[in-house]
């Protein structure tokens, strides 16, 4: 039986009616009076094709290659496979160009805890392959050049153009590796130094209404104040229906910081009854995307990182803010609550000090001659 399709192939692709006719997968054969198969071929080709012709014009529809639904069927079987393989390969392109990049992931997401954004796209680009070879509406030797192409298209379109973004745009390309640190929840990433206005920025995320966040502030806040000068801060409490409810802190919403060392870039959440994501930037985005797993989350010099929690909260369970602030005032190292925040005082200043000398500014002398500060530094 002759494969029509296969025959309209080969004459697509140049072959002549000789060399189809001896096309053991076309199948023809031609009777034992017939001195030329090619032109025996060619002959029934065009009988079918003129019958086929005057059925589609009488509405019957059917011609060599197989009847108006069925063509259509595989038509559109056709154009789901060249889809699919542009997915495919449009997105293990977005992919290997993130894991390479890490950047570009703040564009359109591909790496954990993300990771399942592009792999959808992968997934279903697999599934829009695999419905057309399932029903048999078209083979896939017909479409691989063309979903190939469709696919590097994409490819060249999605990664390219994004990388090109992100270096006009300056978001940095960090690095996915990171090593402990010193500190509990510190780790160092090879990153080139993240600065505003030639001082290191040090960056805090987090929310108002987070316990967390809360305890952390206190730390936070005293460190920078050995940098200079913090004002736009306030006192307020962690969300009362969250874990370790009411814990006291400084609001650092709208803190601002004057120094000749640091560049403070607050994110927060100023709602203390729900967490809240207050808008970032691209590169707050990018640092966000690559390290972050929780609030709160500090960068400093784009190279230090904390993830978590820097104070226990459950240390300042049942305290005031006015009380917090005493305390600290007081710097008693047998109180708990100071002993808590001031330890971790200790690693703030250490890494903001470590920053300061990478950025080739020398830090206040006041920080630096503190053996606790200096002998953390040591160890960076």
């Known amino acids: 039986m002759t494969d029509w399709n296969r025959v309209n192939r080969l004459r697509a692709k140049g072959y002549d009616w000789k060399s189809i ?23 029934l080709y065009l009988s079918r094709k003129s019958h086929a012709s005057r059925r589609a014009k009488s509405g019957d529809g059917e011609d060599g290659g197989g009847s ?11 154009r789901l496979e060249v889809l ?62 063309q979903g190939v192409a469709a696919g ?24 996915a590796n990171t090593s402990p640190a010193p500190g509990v929840g510190w780790e160092k990433a090879p990153n080139p130094l993240w ?18 966040c809360s305890a952390s502030s206190w730390a936070i806040e005293r460190a920078l104040a050995a940098f200079g000068t913090v004002s736009g801060i306030g006192y307020a409490s962690s969300n009362p229906g969250d874990a370790y409810p009411n814990t006291p802190e400084i ?57 978590g929690t820097i104070v226990n909260p459950q240390v300042l369970q049942g305290q005031t803010a006015t009380a917090v602030a005493q305390s600290l005032s007081n710097a008693n190292p047998n ?25 080739g500014i020398t830090p206040p002398s006041s920080v630096t001659s503190d053996s606790s500060v200096a002998s953390v530094m040591a160890q960076i």
């Not at 805890?113 to 078209?138: E, N, Q």
């Open 251 to 307: 609001a650092l919403a709208s803190s601002s910081l004057q120094s000749a060392y640091l560049t403070w870039d607050v994110k927060e959440g100023s709602d203390t009854s729900a967490i809240s994501e207050p808008p970032i930037s691209l590169t707050e985005q990018a640092y966000l995307n690559a390290y972050a797993n929780g609030i709160p989350f500090v960068v400093v010099g784009g190279s230090y990182i904390h993830i």
């Open 84 to 145: 699919g393989i542009g997915l495919v390969i449009g997105g293990a392109a977005w992919l290997a160009a993130a894991l390479a990049f890490p950047s570009v992931a703040v564009l359109l997401p591909a790496l954990p805890p993300k990771f399942p954004d592009i792999l959808l796209v992968v997934v279903v680009g697999l599934a829009l392959l695999a419905v057309p070879l399932v029903l048999g509406l078209a083979p896939l030797g017909d479409h691989w050049k």
């Open 68 to 78: 108006t639904a069925a063509k259509g069927s595989r038509r559109w079987g056709g």
């Open 21 to 43: 006719a001896a096309d053991p997968k076309v199948g023809f054969t031609a009777s034992g009076d017939v001195g030329d198969p090619g032109r025996a071929l060619k002959a």
């Open 335 to 359: 109180d708990p609550v100071y002993s808590a925040i001031q330890s971790q005082v200790v690693f703030l200043e250490a890494y903001m000090a470590k920053a300061c000398q990478n950025a």
């Open 195 to 212: 600065q505003s206005g030639g001082k290191p920025v040090v960056f805090f995320y987090g929310s108002e209404a987070c316990p967390y």
């Open 152 to 175: 590097v298209g994409l490819a060249v379109i999605l990664a390219g153009g994004a990388g090109l973004f992100v270096i006009e745009s300056g978001i940095p390309n960090l690095s």
